[in-house]
C-alpha cells in the first residue's frame, strides 16, 4: 500500500493544522493507522493511532488533548487535526500502517513520505 501525506506547513503557536493519509488501495478493518513524527535530530517518536475498524483512538501524552485523530472509511483516509500548536511540534509528521495496535515505530510496515509542520514562537 502507498501512504500520501499532506496537509503540512507553517503556523505560529497556538494555531492549527489538519494532516491527510491517503491510502492507495482499501484499509482492512483490522489495521491501524498511526501518526509519527521526528525532529531533527531526535528519534521517530508516536503520536496517536486509530484502530481502522472500530475507530479507537490513542494518543501520546505530549499531544493528548491538542490533536486528534479521524478517518474516512469511504476514502481510505486518515486526518491528524492538531490543535494548540507549540514550536515543539515541530518535526516530519508521518503516517503508517501496522497490522494490530503498536506505539512502536517498527512494528508499523508502510509509511507515507512524511509532511513538515513547523510552529514558530
Known amino acids: 500500500v502507498q501512504l500520501q501525506a499532506s496537509g503540512g506547513g507553517q503556523v505560529q503557536a497556538g494555531g492549527s493544522l489538519r494532516l491527510s493519509c491517503e491510502a492507495s488501495i482499501r484499509i482492512f478493518s483490522s489495521a491501524v493507522m498511526g501518526w509519527f513524527r521526528q525532529a531533527p535530530g531526535k528519534e521517530r517518536e508516536f503520536v496517536g493511532a486509530i484502530r481502522w475498524g472500530v475507530g479507537n483512538t490513542y494518543y501520546a501524552e505530549s499531544v493528548k488533548g491538542r490533536f486528534t485523530i479521524s478517518r474516512d472509511k469511504s476514502e481510505n483516509a486518515v486526518y491528524l487535526q492538531m490543535n494548540s500548536l507549540k514550536p515543539e511540534d515541530t518535526a516530519i509528521y508521518y503516517c503508517?500502517?501496522?497490522?494490530?495496535?503498536?506505539?512502536?515505530?517498527?512494528?508499523?510496515?508502510?509509511w507515507g513520505q512524511g509532511t513538515l509542520v513547523t510552529v514558530s514562537s
Open positions: 503508517a500502517r501496522a497490522l494490530e495496535l503498536s506505539f512502536a515505530p517498527a512494528q508499523y510496515k508502510d
